[in-house]
């Protein structure tokens, strides 16, 4: 394929290249201090596009005008008509997937196929809550003094701050604006500089649903990303901040939030335990692990990061996993044949390359070595798998969040029991068995906001998503998605 068919301009629908930021309904081309960022291709450094790098006083007009939404019309449009608009943000998506994926592949550098089913999980999340949007229920109470009537409801907390990774560039997003919107708040998104198109894209189909001026808001910067974040977290007229992100990021953003005890929901970092008994299905279990492991090239918080491996059939598990990973193709997301892409930046290709040293020095066997692959583009990596990993290795506390597949080996269920829940993480966790006993006795043990048996992909906006420990609290998706973007409000009626 040549070179040009990885521009930007190559997409079908031209309007979905924005070029700058959706301020209170207005698509801004120029920021007031005149300051650009540059959007890159991970894969080859390429300049996709140039936009604005907004000021503080741009991205206070955004919140003022998610308030002032909020406020004047949004809280009070009916659940009805949202679910209408999110029904059709959900099909504008679908219409345009195929571009839709083009971007994210252009910015993120994960495959295009990756990219095609990321696309189709981010809309589902409109789908989902255009049908819980009309669904939102109190409680009547049985108060404790005999001439008293209580009952209790649901109300939108008010303007949502979104502040997102590069990792799902779409998906992130509507997991979160999706049940905002559902339930009547209005959102002002913070996309993350490395991958805002997806995020721009998004602005423009939702304004073409018909969702209100002011009610979705994109604002970006290249390089006021702390100042921004503290803006968002100290304004009084946001009531809640969702974030997904590291969770070094998400401590400074819950101290900030402090100075107005503004509602959280914190997505944060993981280190999943891949656990294979010796009575799984040995193929299955790989196959699951290769969709867990390498879905964006190792980039998601839910990915195994340490694969435990009964000792009995570790032979048959290594063996049989180094065949399947030395069949991907690794290339530009784009490129036909692709399997796997390329990572986010070299930051993240060194942290794999530390860890996996670290490893290896401490006793780690190299099973394949994989490594950087500079003659595809300084952030190319050939997946790595080590085995005999040692519990003393940097990999068994820290999450790589990359293409490096370690394998520990365990005799018990209480040592892996302990080795797993031995972290100061707790968002997924995956365990492998025919036996049902295993499968309860795991699920009950671990210590995880997610437990996934017997499968490795577990993404739907049907469940609730999130951790527990250092991994973060809140729950997005699902029936409890809408708890985290609602106050319950108590009516109490007295001398009845
Ligand atoms: N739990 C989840 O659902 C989930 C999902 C995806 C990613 N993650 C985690 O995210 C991490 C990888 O993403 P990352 O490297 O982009 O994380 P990150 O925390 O560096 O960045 C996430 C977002 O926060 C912004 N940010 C960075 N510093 C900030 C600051 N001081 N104030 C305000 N915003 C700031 C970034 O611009 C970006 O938009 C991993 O740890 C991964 O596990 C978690
Ligand atoms: O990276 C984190 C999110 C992954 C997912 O939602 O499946």
């Not at 409801?153 to 604006?177: D, E, H, L």
């Not at 003393?392 to 080996?409: M, W």
Request: with cysteine.
């Amino acid at each position: 394929m040549a070179e040009t068919t990885y521009l930007l301009e190559n997409i079908q629908n031209k309007e979905l290249i924005r070029r700058g930021p959706f301020i209170n309904g207005h698509w801004l081309e120029k920021s007031e201090s005149g300051e650009t960022f540059n959007v890159t291709d991970p894969a080859n450094g390429k300049i996709l596009n140039t936009l604005p790098d907004l000021s503080l006083n741009e991205v206070e007009q955004a919140i003022k005008g998610a308030h002032d939404t909020f406020y004047n019309t949004y809280k009070n449009t009916t659940p009805r008509q949202r679910a209408q608009w999110l029904r059709t943000i959900h099909d504008l998506m679908l219409e345009n997937a195929d571009d839709l994926a083009r971007i994210i592949t252009l910015e993120n550098g994960k495959s295009l196929a990756d990219a095609l089913s990321e696309v189709k999980y981010a809309a589902s999340y409109f789908l989902w809550y255009s049908e819980e949007a009309p669904r939102q229920y109190g409680a009547t109470i049985q108060p404790s003094i005999s001439s008293n009537r209580v009952f209790t409801i649901r109300q939108p907390i008010g303007v949502c701050a979104v502040i997102c990774p590069w990792n799902f560039p779409s998906a992130m997003i509507t997991r979160k604006a999706a049940v905002a919107l559902a339930t009547g708040c209005t959102v002002v998104v913070k996309p993350d500089h490395e991958t805002p198109l997806s995020a721009l894209a998004l602005g423009y189909l939702i304004e073409k649903s018909g969702v209100p001026s002011g009610a979705f808001n994109v604002v970006i910067s290249g390089t006021k990303t702390a100042k921004l974040g503290t803006m968002l977290c100290e304004s009084p007229l946001i009531k809640k901040l969702t974030f997904t992100g590291s969770t070094r990021v998400g401590k400074i953003l819950m101290a900030q939030s402090a100075s107005n005890i503004k509602k959280l929901s914190l997505e944060l970092g993981g280190n999943a335990p891949f656990i294979v008994f010796k009575d799984a299905d040995i193929e299955h279990a790989v196959n699951q692990l290769l969709l867990c492991k390498f879905r964006g090239l190792g980039q998601t918080c839910v990915c195994a990061n340490r694969i435990y491996v009964q000792a009995e059939i570790l032979d048959q598990f290594v063996s049989l996993l180094k065949s399947k990973v030395e069949q991907f193709k690794i290339g530009h997301g784009l490129s036909k044949g692709t399997t796997h892409g390329c990572l986010i930046n070299t930051q993240t290709l060194d942290k794999v390359e530390y860890h996996k040293k670290d490893a290896i020095e401490k006793g780690a066997a190299v099973v394949t070595e994989g490594g950087p692959l500079p003659e595809l583009g300084p952030t190319f990596y050939k997946p790595c798998i080590l085995s005999n990993v040692p519990y003393s290795a940097v990999v068994a506390k820290e999450e790589t969040f990359g293409p490096l597949c370690p394998i520990f080996t365990f005799n018990s269920m209480e040592e892996v029991i302990r080795e797993a829940n031995d972290t100061e993480f707790g968002l997924a966790s995956y365990v492998f068995s025919k036996d049902i006993n295993i499968i309860f006795h795991m699920a009950e043990a671990l210590e995880a906001g997610m437990v996934s048996c017997n499968t490795g992909i577990f993404s739907d906006a049907a469940i609730p998503f999130g951790g527990i420990k250092e991994s973060g609290f809140g729950r997005e998706g699902s029936l409890y998605g809408i708890e985290d973007y609602t106050v319950v409000k108590t009516v109490n009626i007295g001398n009845l």
